[in-house]
C-alpha cells in the first residue's frame, strides 16, 4: 500500500451542492495531482499542484478548484455538483525532480450526486 | 492532443493461458509510459515505467515492453489472482506531471 491516504471515502451529495474532499500525500511528496474516474473510465487529469501553486490543469471548468497547504496535503473542491460529477475521485503524489518517477495513488474518494 | 488506446477492453484467460495486452498511444513529447493495476473500487497501483522504445521491465508474471507507437503489457502463465483492470498511461512531461490514461483492459483468469 502506498502512504497516500483520502478522506471521506463514500460521499452522497445532491445536485447544487459544494463538495471537499481530502488527500495526505505520502511523506517526502511534494507535488499532487488530482483525477477523476468515471464509471468504466479511465482516470482524467484535474489538475496538479506543486508546493502550494496550481501547476496545470485539465480540460474541467472553474468550479473544480483545488488547494495544497504546507505540509503538502490538498484538498479538492467543487462547488454546483452536476449528476455527471459523480465518479471516483483519486489524487496521486510525487516528488518532483528531473526524472519523472512514478505516480503514488491513494484509495480514491467515491462521489455520488443525486 | 494526447490520446492513449487500449485494446482488447476485458480478456477472459484460463489459469495459465499467457496473453498480451496492448497499449496505443499518441503523446507528444512522451516522458515515460505507465501501466498500473486497479482492483474494484481502489486506487490504481503502479506496476512499470518505460521510458524509451526498446525498454523491457520484468516482474513475476508480467513484462513490460515498448516501442515508438505502442507498449504491450505480456502475461505469462496468470493466476486468478491476476485479475483486475490493467491501465496504461503516457506522461507528456513539460512543467507538469500530467498523465493521460486509456480506458483499461479489465482481465478475468479463471481457475
Known amino acids: 500500500e502506498t502512504g497516500v491516504t483520502q478522506s471521506p471515502t463514500h460521499l452522497i451529495k445532491t445536485r447544487g451542492q459544494q463538495v471537499t474532499l481530502r488527500c495526505s500525500s505520502q511523506s517526502g511528496h511534494n507535488t499532487v495531482s488530482w483525477y477523476q474516474q468515471a464509471l468504466g473510465q479511465g482516470p482524467q487529469f484535474i489538475f496538479q499542484y506543486y508546493r502550494e501553486e496550481e501547476n496545470g490543469r485539465g480540460n474541467f471548468p472553474p468550479r473544480f478548484s483545488g488547494l495544497q497547504f504546507p505540509n503538502y496535503s490538498s484538498e479538492l473542491n467543487v462547488n454546483a455538483l452536476e449528476l455527471d460529477d459523480s465518479a471516483l475521485y483519486l489524487c496521486a503524489t510525487y516528488s518532483g525532480g528531473l526524472r519523472y518517477n512514478e505516480q503514488f495513488f491513494g484509495p480514491g474518494t467515491r462521489l455520488t450526486v443525486l | 492532443e494526447d490520446q492513449v488506446t487500449q485494446s482488447p477492453e476485458a480478456l477472459r484467460l484460463q489459469e495459465g493461458e499467457s496473453s498480451s495486452l496492448n497499449c496505443s498511444y499518441t503523446?507528444?513529447?512522451?516522458?515515460?509510459l505507465f501501466w498500473y493495476r486497479q482492483d474494484p473500487g481502489k486506487g490504481p497501483e503502479f506496476l512499470f515505467t518505460l521510458y524509451s522504445a526498446g525498454e523491457e521491465k520484468e516482474k513475476e508474471r508480467l513484462k513490460a515492453t515498448l516501442t515508438k507507437k505502442e507498449s504491450f503489457l505480456h502475461i505469462t502463465a496468470p493466476k486468478p489472482e491476476d485479475s483486475a483492470t490493467y491501465l496504461c498511461?503516457?506522461?507528456?512531461?513539460?512543467?507538469?506531471?500530467?498523465?493521460?490514461f486509456g480506458k483499461g483492459t479489465l482481465l478475468t483468469v479463471n481457475p
Open positions: 498511461a503516457g506522461n507528456s512531461g513539460g512543467s507538469n506531471y500530467k498523465l493521460t
Open positions: 503523446v507528444s513529447g512522451l516522458r515515460g
